[in-house]
């Protein structure tokens, strides 16, 4: 139960920091290292999700995948290439 | 192999952003939300690897754990009491 509840925290964790992203339009204090470690991270859950056939690993980091990168793509845009 | 990049990837994310966040000292457009949810998650998935005794849980999260509530610590210092 305690496993559910922390894997449903950590897999929404960034849905605040991208709404937060999106109304202030400013990542400046996101860690653009932050966000590359996270979203290859998730990516690679998720392969080893689909590796080992494991639908909580699948479920969790397709959202947190989805999440991730948006930021990612905000903070590009944002402070890279603009 | 594959699970233990992406969970090395995943548990040090937030090494990058606390180090830009004691080098500017502004963590203005970091979210307290995700910082909470984070904190609040891996407590858990830490909590969860001592109860199903999984090693790679506890040491995982408990990296991840100091960095993201040393995180928070900074984000309520700089944003929210001062």
């Known amino acids: 139960m305690i496993g ?6 950590t897999t929404i964790a960034f ?3 991208l709404l937060k992203a999106l109304s202030t339009k400013s990542t ?23 590796q080992v056939n494991d639908p909580a690993l699948i479920v969790a980091n397709s959202v947190s995948l989805v999440l991730a990168s948006s930021l990612l793509g ?4 944002n402070d890279c290439f603009k």
Chains 1, 2 share one sequence.
């Not at 905000?74 to 845009?77: A, D, G, T, V, Y």
């Open 28 to 50: 400046k204090d996101v860690s653009l290292l932050m966000l590359l470690c996270s979203t290859l991270g998730m990516a690679l859950w998720l392969l080893h999700g689909i």
């Open 15 to 17: 849905a605040p920091q």
């Open 4 to 9: 559910y509840i922390a894997g449903a925290l």
């Open 74 to 77: 905000l903070k590009l845009k």
